[in-house]
T-cell receptor, first 114, second 111 residues
Framework: DAGVIQSPRHEVTEMGQEVTLRCKPISGHDYLFWYRQTMMRGLELLIYFNNNVPIDDSGMPEDRFSAKMPNASFSTLKIQPSEPRDSAVYFC????????????FGPGTRLTVL | SQQGEEDPQALSIQEGENATMNCSYKTSINNLQWYRQNSGRGLVHLILIRSNEREKHSGRLRVTLDTSKKSSSLLITASRAADTASYFCATDESNDYKLSFGAGTTVTVRA
């Protein structure tokens, strides 16, 4: 298996623009997580899905953030409109059967909002 | 919010030496996990220890868990330059199975 795949790896955009990050989890994994990592706040859980259904989005910082998982092999995290403080590395991770199982992380998307 | 806190924040050792880092957490947990993150990469799972376990080994890694003190330690023996990375502990609280990651310990292994 190729592992968790994320695209793009780097994204540079201007304030106010819409940003869409993409993730393909490991096949057969029931759980998908979106994290954000910054120097100031560390690694934060934004939202997670179980069998394509959003379970907990309490970590989503604002209404500007939204996430979808239309099928078991694809998820998106959208920021609209983007702001400079959204600059961070965004990770997608998946796990087999439980949220507390070993999580497999993708390589991340480094987002820079100018 | 972060449940786990790693100590020290940074550690520099000579190749061949052992590296020890600690993690303290606040509430009862089901499991505690350790992850490694190389610069510019995603996190990689190293080891999981359950709340009813006290010690676990995996290769050159040794993890201990003391639930009475709400703390864990990760020992890397005979360190190598390739062990240079940040190490994070992650816990899932007993009534909330989401993982919460600490701020990490940055380990530098000098050749």
């Amino acid at each position: 298996d190729a592992g968790v795949i994320q695209s793009p790896r780097h994204e540079v955009t201007e304030m106010g623009q819409e940003v869409t990050l993409r993730c393909k989890p490991i096949s057969g994994h029931d759980y998908l997580f979106w994290y954000r990592q910054t120097m100031m706040r560390g690694l934060e859980l934004l939202i997670y899905f179980n069998n394509n259904v959003p379970i907990d989005d309490s970590g989503m910082p604002e209404d500007r953030f939204s996430a979808k998982m239309p099928n078991a092999s694809f998820s998106t995290l959208k920021i609209q409109p983007s702001e400079p403080r959204d600059s961070a590395v965004y990770f997608c991770a998946s796990s087999l059967q439980r949220t507390s199982d070993e999580q497999f992380f993708g390589p991340g998307t480094r987002l820079t909002v100018l | 919010s972060q449940q786990g806190e790693e100590d020290p924040q940074a550690l520099s050792i000579q190749e061949g030496e052992n590296a020890t880092m600690n993690c303290s957490y606040k509430t009862s947990i089901n499991n505690l996990q350790w992850y490694r993150q190389n610069s510019g990469r995603g996190l990689v799972h190293l080891i999981l220890i359950r709340s009813n376990e006290r010690e676990k080994h995996s290769g050159r890694l040794r993890v201990t868990l003391d639930t009475s003190k709400k703390s864990s330690s990760l020992l890397i023996t005979a360190s190598r330059a390739a062990d240079t990375a940040s190490y994070f502990c992650a816990t899932d609280e007993s009534n909330d199975y989401k993982l919460s990651f600490g701020a990490g310990t940055t380990v530098t292994v000098r050749a």
